[in-house]
């Protein structure tokens, strides 16, 4: 059973960097062709990609969001930690982390629950 | 950096019609698009990748088509369970979501 769960902060103050950690299992990370992305989705809005990272630890980013975003990874601990730096309240939203699966047409075929994170 | 448009945003539809919602790309995305469906408060959920694919435990009655740039989600069969928000999604190059088509009861 796969299953994953975002922890961190609930509240940030505007400036400050949210650090989430997605704790995973039922994978590994050190399987070709497997990621762990993230995705955010402001209160009643649509979803947003912020960036994900494979199994050889390459990194993709929103290009929009490249220079505030860093993701890294503990594959001997099942996580995947986003770093968001220079918090705005535009950046209060629900973030999602998902297992990226494919060797070709990827997509993300479990989710964590989500974690709300307000700016303010 | 590649942008998907639903379409429509909202409809409103009965139990047993039939749905047809449609993503188009920016450019060309192969057949690397995916649709999810988000009920309020839950995580998405996987219903189809590759275009066509139907992800495991899905029912038969959605399916999707196209290529290129053009891509429709179709239900069979409107079931009270499927009122939600569906978007699609590519995954040619990084990752984008469409913006969401939100499905109500007529």
């Known amino acids: 059973q796969i299953t994953l769960k975002e922890s961190g902060p609930t509240l940030v103050k505007p400036t400050q960097t949210l650090t989430l950690t997605c704790t995973f299992s039922?994978?590994?990370?050190?399987?070709?062709?497997?990621?762990v992305g993230w995705i955010r989705q402001p209160p009643g809005k649509t979803l947003e990609w912020l960036g994900l990272?494979?199994?050889?630890?390459?990194?993709r980013y929103s290009p929009s969001l490249k220079s505030r975003l860093t993701i890294t990874k503990d594959t001997s601990k099942s996580q995947v930690v986003l770093t968001m730096t220079n918090m705005d309240p535009g950046d209060t939203a629900t973030y999602y982390c998902?297992?990226?699966?494919?060797?070709?047409?990827?997509?993300?075929?479990?989710w964590g629950q989500g974690t709300l994170v307000t700016v303010s | 950096d590649i942008q998907m448009t639903q379409s429509p945003s909202f409809l409103s539809a009965s139990v047993g019609e039939r749905v047809t919602i449609a993503c188009r790309a920016s450019?060309?995305?192969?057949?690397?698009l995916n649709w999810y469906q988000q009920k309020p408060g839950k995580a998405p959920k996987l219903l189809i990748y590759?275009?066509?694919s139907l992800q495991s435990g899905v029912p038969s009655r959605f399916s999707g088509v196209g290529s290129g740039t053009e891509f429709t989600l179709t239900i069979s069969s409107l079931q009270p369970e499927d009122f939600a928000t569906y978007y699609c999604q590519q995954s040619y190059g990084s990752r984008t979501f469409g913006q969401g088509t939100k499905v109500e009861i007529k």
């Open positions: 990272i494979y199994w050889n630890d390459d990194q």
């Open positions: 998902a297992r990226d699966y494919g060797d070709y047409d990827n997509y993300f075929d479990h």
């Open positions: 039922g994978f590994s990370l050190t399987t070709s062709g497997v990621g």
């Open positions: 450019q060309s995305i192969s057949k690397n």
């Open positions: 590759a275009t066509s």
